[in-house]
């Protein structure tokens, strides 16, 4: 914490002003929902602005000024405009429901899903991108791609049979607790894409910022031991 922010909270000064953010759907509900409640408790004064989006999507409004921050999922980010931290790990599935023909499968390889329907809540997002890639190197066509924007709609329809849903395991926890859905034994080792927060190098941090970025990095990073 800088010696302004320090300051300001040693004299009872309330941080206040707007706090643009942007992140995934995945991140916001069901890894910083409460974070994001504890920091509206802690400020009442900062005003939360929060964006859904994807890695590229934010980049680009991270370059005009118009969030402040940004926490997506992705490989990696190595831009050089961007001052980027790395959080935590996250692991991606293949979701179906149980009555599903490769629930029971004990490994599913990229030839299984031929002629499959796969179901994404974002077709631009590197985890998308990448079996989509692994689908092509392989010469599997799925039968078709359907891109719903919500998690809860995407689950549903994987729910149904309507299809494999590609997701953060995060988000599908309680289903799988509850046998609604199942996590395919995928041919590979499960993708791990990365949880990063990022700003623009350039930025000045103001307080709402800065004490938002501690309260994240202290909540999740710290228990990667980093």
């Not at 921050?69 to 190595?78: G, P, R, T, V, Y």
């Not at 959080?87 to 490769?102: N, Q, T």
């Not at 985890?127 to 799925?142: F, G, I, S």
């Amino acid at each position: 914490m800088d010696d302004e922010t320090h300051a300001a909270l040693q004299h009872n000064v309330e941080p206040e002003g707007i706090l643009r953010l942007g992140m995934s759907e995945s991140i916001t509900r069901y890894r910083l929902e409460h974070l994001l409640s504890e920091y509206a408790l802690l400020y009442p004064n900062v005003e939360l602005h929060l964006t859904l989006g994807t890695s590229t999507y934010f980049q680009d409004l991270i370059r005009k000024n118009i969030l402040d921050l940004a926490c997506c999922l992705e490989e990696n980010i190595d831009e050089k405009d961007l001052t980027v931290y790395k959080l935590w790990p996250e692991p991606i599935g293949l979701l179906v429901s149980p009555s599903h023909p490769l629930a029971g499968k004990r490994l599913v390889t990229e030839q299984l899903l031929s002629g499959e329907t796969l179901i994404v809540t974002e077709i631009n997002s590197k985890y998308t991108m990448l079996l989509t890639e692994e689908l092509e190197k392989a010469k599997v066509k799925p039968m078709r791609i359907l891109e719903i924007e919500q998690l809860h709609a995407a689950k549903t329809f994987a729910k149904k049979g309507l299809g494999i849903a590609v997701l953060p395991l995060v988000a599908a926890q309680d289903e799988i607790t509850k046998g609604s859905l199942c996590a395919l034994d995928w041919s590979d080792t499960p993708w791990k894409m990365q949880a990063f927060m990022f700003h623009h190098k350039d930025k000045w941090l103001p307080a709402p910022l800065k004490l938002f970025m501690k309260l994240l990095w202290e909540t999740y990073a710290s228990k990667q031991g980093g």
